[in-house]
């Protein structure tokens, strides 16, 4: 597949590692659909074009796609990454990806505690429960509910 650039310019695209669209979806672990759309939200490069207007990208944007995903796996969105790809480079992108992730890390810190406080409400919930079996038997009546019960009558 030829790659035409200008009049009596072209291209072999397959000799320079490119990958079709569906090539580089399936190597990605993604669907076509997804490619595109990360290309509409410039998270990849625009692709080049054949003469008959097949998409083709770089071998690298398999790479690109599988680290976009894993961020978005550990919370990351989708303009948080388009950020760091978009930090311009050197010393100045270093720095804004620092910063970045600082942020990310002081974010990730905050949720860790909360997730912490409320293992200590659900622990205390699950011993009220065993307690209250333990306690009544089949008589019980769930202390979390009846406790969610009273303060939405005092509402």
Known sequence: MTLDLAQGCKINLMSLGSLQIGETAAQSGVSVDTVRYYERLKLLPPAARSSSGFRFFPAETVERIRFIKQ?????????????????????????????????????????????RHFKTVLSRHLADCENELEARGEESACPMLTTIEKIEKIK
Do not use: D, H, Y
């Not at 550990?74 to 950020?83: D, H, N």
């Not at 790809?85 to 620092?98: D, E, I, L, M, P």
């Open 71 to 115: 961020a978005q796996e550990m919370g990351f969105s989708l303009e948080e990454i388009k950020q760091l790809f978009s930090t311009g480079g050197g010393a100045n992108q270093c720095r804004a990806v620092q910063e970045f992730l600082s942020k990310k890390l002081s974010e990730l810190e905050a949720k860790i505690e909360q997730m």
